[in-house]
């Protein structure tokens, strides 16, 4: 059989080329196309680079989150002009061991934009995703010339943010190349920046913000977001990497899925016409995965093509899946184990997963 393997990455554990070639092994003798996935997180970068053979890896030291310089990496292709970043390059929550929303800056991620500018960038594509920051994109901005004033019309310094001190843009000193750029934004997630559904209710927590702390950090970030003269603060994916989208959105970027965009770059549609299966699948597979997640978006497309989907996850909580062609789903821990030893063993417990489902699905073809 023809198998489309897909997976996503299992974070801490495996990259989606990882993850892919553990799935492979189990399929020997079948006809395997791996094909790797990011939904504009972890592995975006990585999978332009996989599909891109043309393209260059630039590498540069930033100031990163709390102003600490670090070696971060982005796509640049000379032949098209285009730029390819990756927010957890720069400012990452897996660049720290420590968690601190309330200090750390995206201006590193801004960084990397302006040397994409001085290459001659005329398309720079951001994925959102795995940031470590909830400042509302302000170091982005400020790396890119953008001044933010307090009350007494003082320059506020980037590192910490001190998103709490803003009372003004100034935009006079933007790069006069960012105004001439296509922006685009790659990411998994639909938040608004503000409310119930905004960056610092639903993803302020994984960065380390106090549950008790989460209305004043929201309260603070609409203040920020009425220093600025275009209300983008509803926008699809405004509150993604912590509100980094809602400063791309100021440039006058256009949001798309993560998933379309690696899809359009494999050229997967293509593939799966002829294909009798497709394998994807994640770390944790939950009511999360069906808004915008690679795998359920990848089954999605299958369904279209009518070629059936399995979903191979660390960790599944799903009773029911929407009729978008899903067989089954997998959690491919098969005995008691903790959650270190599960993560650690990632990959012969997902080949060992895949291989008991072909011997059903060989023994029945």
């Given at each position: 059989m023809r198998i489309v393997v897909a997976?996503?990455?299992?974070?801490?554990?495996?990259?989606?080329?990882?993850?892919?070639?553990?799935?492979?092994?189990?399929?020997a003798g079948h006809d395997?196309?791996?094909?790797?996935?990011?939904?504009?997180?972890?592995?975006?970068?990585?999978?332009?680079?996989?599909?891109?053979?043309?393209?260059?890896?630039?590498?540069?030291?930033?100031?990163?989150?709390?102003?600490?310089?670090?070696?971060?990496?982005?796509?640049?292709?000379?032949?098209?002009?285009?730029a390819v970043i990756e927010v957890a390059e720069a400012s990452g929550l897996t660049l720290i061991d420590v968690l601190d929303p309330w200090?750390?800056?995206?201006?590193?991620?801004?960084?990397?934009?302006?040397d994409a500018l001085g290459h001659g960038a005329t398309r720079i594509t951001v994925g959102l995703g795995g940031s470590a920051t909830v400042d509302g994109g302000k170091g982005l901005l400020e790396a890119l010339g953008v001044r933010f004033l307090d009350e007494t019309g003082h320059v506020i310094d980037s590192f910490p943010h001190q998103l709490e001190r803003v009372a003004q843009v100034d935009w006079t000193g933007l790069l006069p190349e960012a105004r001439h750029v296509e922006w685009r934004m790659a990411s998994d997630?639909?938040?608004?920046?503000?409310?119930?559904?905004?960056?610092?209710?639903?993803?302020?927590?994984?960065?380390?913000?106090?549950?008790?702390?989460?209305?004043?950090?929201?309260?603070q970030l609409a203040a920020y977001a009425r220093c600025f003269e275009r209300d983008v603060t509803g926008q699809p994916g405004?509150?993604?990497?912590?509100?980094?989208?809602?400063?791309?959105?100021?440039?006058?970027?256009?949001?798309?899925?993560?998933?379309?965009?690696?899809?359009?770059?494999?050229?997967?549609?293509?593939?799966?016409?002829?294909?009798?299966w497709?394998?994807?699948?994640?770390?944790?597979?939950?009511?999360?995965?069906?808004?915008?997640?690679?795998?359920?978006?990848?089954?999605?497309?299958?369904?279209?093509?009518?070629?059936?989907?399995?979903?191979?996850?660390?960790?599944?909580?799903?009773?029911?899946?929407?009729?978008?062609?899903?067989e089954a789903v997998f959690p491919i821990v098969c005995r008691v184990m903790t959650l270190e030893e599960s993560m650690q063993q990632a990959a012969p417990l997902l080949t060992d997963a895949v291989s008991r489902a072909f011997r059903l699905i060989d023994k029945d073809a």
């Open positions: 997976m996503d990455s299992f974070k801490g554990s495996l990259t989606s080329v990882e993850a892919n070639r553990a799935v492979r092994a189990a399929l395997v196309v791996e094909v790797p996935i990011s939904d504009g997180g972890e592995g975006f970068l990585n999978a332009w680079f996989l599909t891109h053979p043309h393209a260059e890896v630039v590498t540069q030291d930033v100031m990163s989150l709390d102003g600490t310089v670090r070696q971060a990496r982005y796509g640049w292709s000379e032949r098209t002009r285009e200090r750390y800056s995206s201006y590193g991620t801004g960084l990397q934009i302006k997630v639909t938040n608004p920046l503000l409310g119930l559904s905004g960056a610092a209710a639903v993803f302020g927590p994984q960065k380390g913000l106090a549950l008790t702390d989460v209305d004043r950090y929201d309260e405004a509150g993604a990497a912590g509100g980094i989208g809602f400063a791309l959105y100021q440039l006058g970027a256009v949001y798309g899925s993560g998933i379309d965009e690696v899809v359009r770059w494999s050229k997967l549609e293509e593939t799966l016409q002829m294909a009798d497709l394998i994807t699948g994640e770390g944790r597979f939950d009511e999360q995965s069906l808004h915008g997640k690679a795998p359920y978006g990848l089954a999605r497309i299958a369904y279209a093509h009518g070629v059936p989907t399995l979903v191979f996850a660390g960790q599944s909580e799903l009773i029911a899946v929407p009729d978008v062609g899903i």
